[in-house]
């Protein structure tokens, strides 16, 4: 029998005691060297070729406030925190209640291999977490992370368009037109898609499809429409998620003293158009593009030099990418070792069942 949006489980998505793939052959795959490889060539190219005053933006990071630097650094992964409640507040919704303390490690994880990886691999590689490690139905757990990324963006987009109207309501905002038109692109496809999910639209046609895809659509579907309920908490928890993003560039520029030329309005704006920059699966985790960026926002929106917006970027980027590469990597390796340990527990025993029947009869595993 087929499973539905309200009905169990499919049983063709229920998490096993698989082992988890070893960490070295995980991590230095082919893909991944070729992605850093490409993000490393463009820096190179950037660094060589710009016509960026790059020791003066040298001297102005090493005089930055370090006390600032580092609440910015706390405020950046507090934003983690938020992102762990609001996914156990998106899984609850689609029927899997799990602890937030568990799921924020996953997200970090993920986070980690966005940095390596481009085209957003880590969400798919979280969903892969939430099934191996938490026994989330795979699909169902992408759904909820696709629904994630579009309630995002849609208030990225809100709060983009606000602090746009702000900040040039006396100005050309011709500059921000771009990116309107791109957030707002994906904002209407993502609700379109979800839309048409709702409705169930094209069920009969799907139902020609073999039956563990279906199955795993029905679960995927499951995740990603009925976890968008509750959505007081969740835009709460979304709003804090961006503040914690904006509020890490309005410390790294504290801490660079360009506070009386950079206002509120205007690091949030810069802050929002770097989280839409990074959307763009081009280079692992955007680097290079969102650098390049948030530099080029600030001299239009706040006008500082070129050397200021330079050396912001830089050290928001040591925060947002490079900490990322540091901390995440431990994360990603220690969510990896726990898996493991799992999976050879799990082996274990089911290796110890034979010697749980005492009628001399060797023990089988159950086909149902």
């Not at 026994?135 to 309630?151: D, Q, W």
């Not at 976890?227 to 520029?253: D, K, N, Y």
């Amino acid at each position: 029998m087929r499973a539905t949006v309200s009905g169990a489980t499919p049983a063709a998505d229920e998490p096993g005691a698989e082992a988890a793939p070893a960490l070295a052959g995980r991590f230095l795959t082919k893909r991944t060297l070729i992605s850093i490889a490409a993000a490393i060539l463009i820096v190179g190219v950037v660094v060589w070729r710009a016509d960026i005053p790059w020791g003066e933006a040298w001297e102005k990071i090493r005089s930055a406030n370090p006390s600032l630097y580092l609440l910015a650094v706390l405020v950046y992964y507090l934003s983690f925190v938020a992102r762990g409640l609001r996914w156990q507040v998106l899984l609850a919704n689609s029927g899997e209640v799990r602890k937030a303390r568990r799921l924020t490690p996953l997200i970090v994880a993920s986070f980690f291999v966005n940095c390596v990886v481009p085209a957003k691999m880590g969400d798919v590689y979280r969903a892969y977490l939430g099934r191996v490690r938490e026994h989330i139905p795979g699909a169902k757990a992408l759904g909820t992370v696709v629904s994630e990324r579009l309630l995002d963006l849609c208030v990225l987009m809100l709060l983009l368009l606000a602090s746009g109207a702000y900040v040039f309501h006396k100005k050309d905002s011709g500059a921000l037109v771009p990116y309107v038109i791109f957030g707002a692109l994906l904002c209407a496809a993502g609700i379109g898609v979800i839309v048409v999910m709702r409705a169930g639209r094209g069920t009969r046609l799907l139902r020609l499809l073999p039956d563990p895809i279906f199955r795993r659509y029905e679960s995927f579907r499951t995740g990603a429409v009925s976890s968008l309920r509750r959505w007081p908490t969740l835009l709460v928890l979304t709003v804090a998620v961006w503040m914690c993003e904006s509020g890490r560039l309005g410390l790294v520029i504290a801490a660079l003293a360009f506070s009386s030329q950079v206002g509120p309005s205007q690091f949030v704006l810069v802050a929002l158009v770097a989280a839409l920059l990074t959307t763009v699966p081009f280079t692992p985790g955007g680097v290079g593009l969102v650098q390049f960026g948030v530099s080029t926002a600030l001299i239009i929106v706040a006008g500082i030099s070129k050397t200021g917006a330079v050396s912001i970027a830089l050290l928001d980027g040591s925060i947002s990418y490079a900490s990322l590469l540091i901390v995440g990597f431990l994360v990603f390796a220690v969510v990896n070792f726990l898996m493991s340990r799992q999976a050879g527990t799990a082996a274990r025993g089911e290796a110890a069942v034979p010697a749980c029947r005492d009628d001399g009869v060797p023990a089988t595993r159950s086909a149902v």
